[in-house]
């Protein structure tokens, strides 16, 4: 038997390990998620530098509690959408949640997400990826965090460690790191494709055996879907991940004279029935689909739910029921 001073011995050189295991450096940092920043730029038109800058800056280059066990490296708090894991931390106040990651990956397509999604936001992309300085006052000015010398520490982030360089998005060919669960997602759809997509194909060339899916993939309540970007179209999405244009149409409610709108989700697969949330409270211009995609839960089910006629639109303040069906009046 080992003895309880080997054991206690053993413990200590272990802890002694674990603590002096070195720090990450800036220089680290970026060289490890500069790819990673400039498929963000590209994909969604943040300025790389802008990126990178707001992930040293939160997460301290990478060290931090919140980026070291959650992944975390935007600071981005839970807010009511998020149904992802969470990590509970200390903040602006007490026990605040924060939203936890599978990778740091997940972390930067989210940061995107979170900006390209929220309309407070949305003068930021009016400006040019070159122009970090518009962009890290932009930030500030519309409340993403609240030191008032944030705007001055971004841009000496990207000045010293000569970040815009890597805003020349020209020079740089697209960059797709994919997440493990694109890496699923690929082996799942490599497989050739059915007799009757075959027959809606343009191209009579045959399909690879591994496709690399250009697009980033994410998931809610484990249901696929991308975020629609500017120029999309229904058939580059269904091309670029592997799905028949019919199946985005189902799967999202939609019909082929719809217009896609940017910064919306697009899902993959098919909605649930019911959502986790039971209540809904509707806010000035939503429609019953926008509550449907919000929530992943299929448009029809929603309707019944709630006792409504297809094509009935709720009012701004009405409670839309998620789970249960609505009571008879």
């Known amino acids: ?38 498929k963000e730029m590209q994909l ?3 300025p790389a530098s802008i990126t990178l800058a707001q992930g040293m800056l939160e997460s301290g280059n990478g060290n931090s509690d919140l ?17 992802g894991p969470t990590f509970i931390m200390d ?4 026990n605040e949640c924060f939203r936890k990651y599978p990778t740091a990956l997940d972390s930067y397509t989210d940061h995107s997400n ?21 962009w ?8 993403y965090a609240t030191d008032p010398k944030y705007t001055h520490r971004l841009i000496d ?21 994919k997440k493990e669960k694109e890496v699923k997602t690929t082996a799942s759809t490599a497989k050739l494709s059915s007799t009757k997509s075959e027959s809606l194909r343009k191209a009579s060339k045959p399909e690879p055996v591994e496709r690399h899916i250009s697009r980033s993939i994410q998931q809610f309540r484990f249901i696929n879907y991308v975020i629609i970007q500017p120029g999309d179209s229904f058939t580059k999405i269904a091309q670029e991940t592997d799905k028949d244009v019919w199946q985005l149409y189902k799967y999202n409610d939609l019909k082929p004279s719809d217009k896609l709108i940017a910064g919306e989700r697009l899902y993959l697969q098919p909605k649930r029935r019911k959502a986790k949330e039971e209540f809904h409270v509707v806010k000035k211009g939503e429609t019953m689909r926008s509550i449907s995609q919000l929530y992943a839960i299929r448009l029809s089910a929603l309707y019944k739910k709630n006792r409504m ?18 009571k008879e009046s």
Not at 19 to 35: D, L, S, V
Not at 136 to 143: Q, T
Not at 309 to 326: F, S
């Open 91 to 94: 903040d602006d106040a007490k």
């Open 114 to 134: 979170f900006l390209r999604t929220r309309d407070r936001y949305a003068s930021l992309f009016e400006l040019k990826c070159t122009d970090y300085k518009g």
């Open 136 to 143: 890290a006052k932009g930030l500030k000015k519309v409340g």
């Open 44 to 46: 969604f038109n943040i």
């Open 67 to 83: 980026a070291t066990v959650a992944n975390n490296h935007f600071g981005i708090k839970c807010h009511n959408e998020w149904t």
């Open 157 to 177: 982030l990207i000045e010293t460690y000569k970040l815009y360089q890597y805003d020349k998005e020209n020079e740089h060919p697209p960059v797709y790191v």
């Open 309 to 326: 006629n297809e094509g009935e639109e709720p009012k701004a303040g009405e409670t839309i029921y998620l789970r249960q069906t609505k």
């Open 1 to 38: 038997m080992i003895s309880t001073f080997k054991i206690q011995l053993s413990l200590i050189f272990l802890t002694a390990t674990v603590c002096a295991q070195p720090k990450m450096t800036a220089e680290q940092y970026i060289e490890k998620f500069k790819g990673d920043a400039i």
